[in-house]
């Protein structure tokens, strides 16, 4: 692992959202999940996050930053509402705004990723939730 940070950005397929995000992490050494959720499986969604780094989600053209929410309702999935793309998650707590992201939209793909591990949540209460969120995501900075 580096103590450096390195900078990787990812974006929907029309480029109209995306993100910033930096991690000290080299991404052969990156914790790469695949939730079962139906939602995540109908996206193919492998995501990460470096509780260490910043992630900093971008709206390049205004009104295309979707946040939707469903289940237990504590999280927005940043969807592109032109192309559909769905770019990361993020979550508000009181003690600050975190979040993962979606390594399938990274420009380019790093080299090297270990495959996802299959992960699933739905036991968790939404206290659960929150709090396993806000330990293992990435902290969001604002622009």
């Not at 939730?129 to 806000?134: G, K, L, P, T, W």
């Amino acid at each position: 692992m580096s103590t450096s940070h390195r900078t990787f950005e990812g974006e929907c397929h029309c480029g109209a959202i995306g993100y910033v995000y930096l991690t000290a992490i080299a991404p052969e050494s990156w914790n790469v999940r695949a939730c079962q959720c139906s939602f995540c499986r109908a996206h193919a969604v492998r995501t990460t996050s470096d509780p260490s780094g910043s992630v900093q989600f971008t709206e390049r053209l205004r009104g295309a930053l979707h946040p939707y929410r469903f289940g237990q309702m504590t999280a927005d999935f940043l969807v592109c509402r032109t192309c559909g793309v769905y770019v990361g998650a993020s979550i508000a707590t009181p003690q600050g705004n975190y979040g993962i992201i979606n390594i399938n939209a990274l420009q380019p793909l790093p080299a090297g990723l270990p495959d996802a591990v299959a992960s699933v949540y739905e036991g968790e209460t939404a206290e659960q939730r929150v709090a396993r969120r806000r330990e293992r995501w990435t902290p969001v900075s604002k622009s």
